[in-house]
C-alpha cells in the first residue's frame, strides 16, 4: 500500500500529536521512525543520523523528486525556537550510518523553519507551519532512490541539531551525460554541515543564525531579522570548521591548499562552491588591487575590480551568484554587499553566474550586470 501525498501528510500529522512540542519534516514525507520523536538529535551524537533509524522502512511512502523540480520543505509545530538555519541533503546510502556522506543540495541561513519569529509560535506539535521553502533538484545528482535530510540549527534555547530523514525517489536526468561526470559533480557538493553533536562542534546560544561555512550555490540567506550573523569564532565553540571535514584555521601566510575537481559545465545546475575553508586566496582582478585572502569559514567583501568603484547588490539582485570580471573568483550578492565564496576550480570559469568548462566561456558571456562583480 502506497500513501499519497496528501494521506502521508495526514499521517504525520497524526504521529506528530501525540509527540511533545518540537518541529516534525512533512515534506518530503519523512521515514515513519521520524515521527516518534520530534527533539533533538542526542549531544553526544549517538542517534546521528536520522534519529538512530536502522531499518529504514520506506514502505507506504513516495517522495518522487525529478532533477530540475523544484520541491517544497514544509513542517509541523510551533516550538521554532525563533528560527535559525536549515539544509536539505541527500546520501545514496540507503540505510545511513554514522560514517555515511550527506551531499547538500539546498542552504537556508536564517529565518529557518520560521521567518521573524523571536520565539515559538505555540506549544502544538502537529500544526501546520505556515512557512515553507522552495529549492530544487539539481542536475548533479544521478537518478534513483536515495535518502533526504532535513536538519535544522535552532536560535533560541541550547545548542541543538535537529534532523529528519526521508526516502526519496530522483527521476529524469541526461541519458547523455558521462557517469563519471555525474558523479563527479555530486562529490564536489559540499558535504552537511554537522554540530551540537560533539564537544568539537557547538552552536553559539547567543541568538545567531549559523551561517554555514559551505553553503553550497543553491542559497536562500534571508535578512537579518531576529538573527545576528557572526565570525566562527562568533557563532562556535570549538573548530567546526575541522570538525566538518575541512582544514584547521591558519595563518594567512599559509600555503593555499589546491582546489577541487571543476563542475561540469551544466548551465542548469547550481555550481557546487569551493570549501570555503580549504579555498585558495582569490587573485586580485587587477595588478594595482591588493590580494584579499578570506579567513576559512568567513565570507568576506572582494576586492573591487579596476574600474568600478562599486561594492553594492540593488535589492533585486539579493541572494544571486556573481563572477568577477575574468571569471576566476564566484561569489553572491548579499545583503552587506558583493561577497567572495572562493576561487573556481582550474579549467572552470564563472560566467553569468554559473561554472563553465573555461573553453566553453565564450559562448556563455551575456551583457547581464547581476551576474558579475565589475
Known amino acids: 500500500m502506497h500513501f499519497t501525498k496528501t494521506s502521508a501528510f495526514g499521517l504525520a500529522i497524526s504521529l506528530a500529536s501525540s509527540a511533545s512540542a518540537h518541529m516534525f519534516m512533512a515534506n518530503p514525507v519523512p521515514f515513519k521512525s521520524q515521527m516518534g520523536s520530534n527533539g533533538p538529535l542526542d549531544p553526544t551524537g549517538i542517534n546521528f543520523p536520522c534519529k538512530g533509524d536502522t531499518a529504514y522502512d520506506r514502505s507506504g511512502i513516495t517522495n518522487s523528486w525529478p532533477i530540475g523540480s523544484t520541491q517544497t520543505l514544509k513542517t509541523l509545530g510551533q516550538a ?206 587587477a595588478s594595482s588591487s591588493p590580494s584579499h585572502t578570506p579567513t576559512p569559514g568567513i565570507f568576506v567583501a572582494p576586492p573591487t575590480p579596476s574600474g568600478n568603484n562599486s561594492n553594492t547588490c540593488s535589492t533585486a539582485d539579493y541572494g544571486k551568484t556573481i563572477c568577477s570580471s575574468d571569471g576566476t573568483l564566484i561569489g553572491i550578492c548579499d545583503y552587506g554587499g558583493k561577497i567572495v565564496m572562493g576561487q573556481v576550480a582550474a579549467g572552470t570559469k564563472c560566467v553569468n553566474g554559473a561554472m563553465v568548462a573555461a573553453r566553453d566561456a565564450g559562448n556563455h558571456i551575456r551583457a547581464r550586470r547581476h551576474s558579475r562583480f565589475s
Open 80 to 285: 521554532v525556537h525563533g528560527g535559525g538555519s536549515c539544509q536539505i541533503s541527500i546520501t545514496y546510502d540507503l540505510k545511513p550510518t554514522k560514517d555515511s556522506v550527506w551531499k547538500v543540495i539546498h542552504s537556508i541561513i536564517g529565518n529557518c523553519p520560521t521567518r521573524n519569529q523571536p520565539g515559538n509560535i505555540g506549544g502544538s506539535s502537529s500544526a501546520p507551519n505556515p512557512d515553507t521553502y522552495d529549492f530544487k533538484i539539481p542536475a548533479d545528482l544521478k537518478a534513483g532512490e536515495a535518502i533526504a535530510a532535513w536538519t535544522w540549527f535552532n536560535k533560541v534555547g541550547n545548542p541543538e541539531m535537529y534532523m529528519n530523514c526521508a526516502p526519496v525517489t530522483i527521476t529524469g536526468g541526461s541519458s547523455k551525460r558521462d557517469e563519471a561526470l555525474v558523479a563527479r559533480d555530486y562529490n564536489s557538493l559540499p558535504n552537511m554541515f554537522k554540530a551540537n553533536i560533539s564537544p568539537e562542534c557547538k552552536t553559539s546560544q547567543t541568538g545567531f543564525c549559523v551561517v554555514f561555512p559551505n553553503p553550497g550555490q543553491s542559497v536562500e540567506k534571508n535578512a537579518p531579522g531576529e538573527c545576528k550573523f557572526g565570525t566562527n569564532e562568533e557563532q562556535f565553540t570549538g573548530d567546526c570548521v575541522a570538525f566538518n571535514g575541512g582544514s584547521a584555521s591558519s595563518s594567512p601566510n599559509s600555503p593555499a591548499p589546491s582546489a577541487p575537481a571543476p563542475n561540469s559545465p551544466a548551465a542548469s545546475a547550481p555550481a557546487p562552491s569551493a570549501p570555503a575553508a580549504s579555498a585558495p586566496a582569490p587573485s586580485s582582478p
